[in-house]
């Protein structure tokens, strides 16, 4: 049943699609007890309208003259527009923001632009929900790990073909194994290991693309780390497009076993951060110095977006 709006109303299937006046399709998802809208904007952008206050919800975040903008303000958003892409074999880009990538974004203009050619950006990281609560434009948490079994599960329900880029071929090839026990009739058609340096803008990767291609691959779960798999990701939008690409950071590993995930109750008390750190202090702690350093000019500009 539809939720209901405070007067009483009945908000509308989710499923409909509208057209709006100078825009694309409008589609209506669902988000816990209500629905959000999604008018698809030019350049992959997207925009929420509250059914309560009808005002346009969007969190963005800017680096120089080029901005990301979360495009899905929670998981179940994401996952009805990725079941909605691949029943119609049409490929995507999807990538989840971090701080860390938000420290890399304001000093790698091929990481923006990679982002820039991202058709789903979810958040991945408490301080970005905590900004987009900041900037009353709230998303939920959307980490990539955990959406590396139902999006699995997406591509078996349509019959579409799934490969594995990243890590080593020994995670890869436990990964592909957990995959498949876990999710019946799934079609694992590679993994590919790229070479130590790979170059995502490079010849092996025009040949990973290639392959991906040729073997009718329909969803990559690409797990090399930022920003080199949104970058490759990005490619891959223009070599292959009717494949998915998903960039999911050590989700493989995670489900292979090779890297160990912090504890539930830490993930429960927003911790993740200080396990990591505990696990490994020489390479997190810089990373978290510099994540906390741009946290100060980041909620400023989220209390700006209240009112812009």
């Not at 929670?74 to 860390?100: H, K, P, Q, S, Y």
């Not at 349509?158 to 799934?186: E, F, M």
């Not at 993994?191 to 490079?202: L, Q, V």
């Not at 939008?237 to 950071?249: C, D, K, M, N, Q």
């Amino acid at each position: 049943m539809g939720s209901r709006t405070l007067s009483g109303a009945k908000n509308p299937p989710c499923s409909r699609v509208e057209r709006a006046p100078g825009l694309a399709e409008t589609h209506h998802f669902p988000s816990g007890d209500d629905f959000r809208t999604r008018l698809s904007l030019p350049r992959g952008e997207a925009c929420y309208d509250n059914p309560i206050t009808r005002r346009r919800v969007r969190v963005e975040f800017r680096f120089g003259s080029d901005r990301v903008t979360i495009t899905h303000p929670d998981r179940a958003a994401l996952l009805t527009e990725v079941d909605r892409r691949l029943a119609a074999g049409r490929g995507f880009a999807l990538a989840t923001l971090n701080l860390d990538h938000m420290v890399k974004l304001r000093h790698d203009p091929a990481f923006r632009a990679a982002y820039q050619r991202q058709d789903i950006v979810v958040a991945d990281g408490n301080p970005v929900v905590w900004l987009s609560r900041l900037a009353r434009r709230p998303v939920s948490l959307v980490p990539g790990a955990d959406l590396v079994l139902p999006l699995a599960e997406a591509a078996a329900r349509h019959g579409v073909p799934v490969a594995l880029i990243g890590s080593t071929d020994v995670s890869l090839n436990r990964a592909a194994a957990a995959l498949k026990a876990q999710v019946p009739g799934l079609t694992v058609a590679c993994t590919i290991a790229p070479s130590f340096g790979f170059d995502p803008e490079g010849e092996e990767a025009a040949a990973i693309l290639t392959r991906l291609r040729d073997e009718n691959v329909g969803l990559a779960f690409i797990a090399l780390g930022a920003p080199k798999q949104e970058r490759l990701a990005a490619r891959g939008r223009a070599l292959s497009p009717r494949t998915g690409f998903a960039s999911i950071g050590a989700g493989l590993d995670f489900l292979a076993g090779t890297q160990h995930r912090a504890p539930a109750g830490f993930r429960a008390l927003s911790l993740e951060w200080l396990w990591r750190a505990l696990m490994q202090p020489r390479r997190m702690i810089p990373r978290y110095m510099a994540c906390a350093a741009i946290l100060p000019g980041e909620a400023a500009r989220a209390l700006r977006q209240r009112t812009g």
